[in-house]
């Protein structure tokens, strides 16, 4: 798992969304989620998602404070397992 954060309170999420499209093609998934603080207060939450072979790279809005958003690639890969030595 790679974790990028930036500044929520300019326009850098949308900065990187429009060059994750123009790098990767359109989102394969985009959701307004609810974001709660601590103190309870609620947030709409713009989540953009890629979808890859491997794995998916995600751009919320609101990361893990009101200050950031946050980028986070996933990697769902996962090798094949070592066949077993057989002893004869």
């Given at each position: ?8 309170g ?6 990187l969304?429009d ?15 609810k ?54």
């Open positions: 798992m790679m974790i990028f954060l930036f500044d929520a300019g326009t850098d999420f949308l900065t969304t060059a994750f499209t123009q790098k990767y093609g359109k989102p394969c998934e985009q959701a307004v989620a974001w709660q603080s601590r103190g309870g207060a609620t947030y709409d939450n713009t989540v953009v998602t890629w979808c890859f072979k491997t794995g998916k790279l995600k751009l919320e809005s609101l990361g893990p404070s009101l200050k950031y958003g946050s980028a986070t690639y996933n990697d769902d890969y996962q090798a094949p397992a070592k066949p077993t030595p057989k002893d004869f």
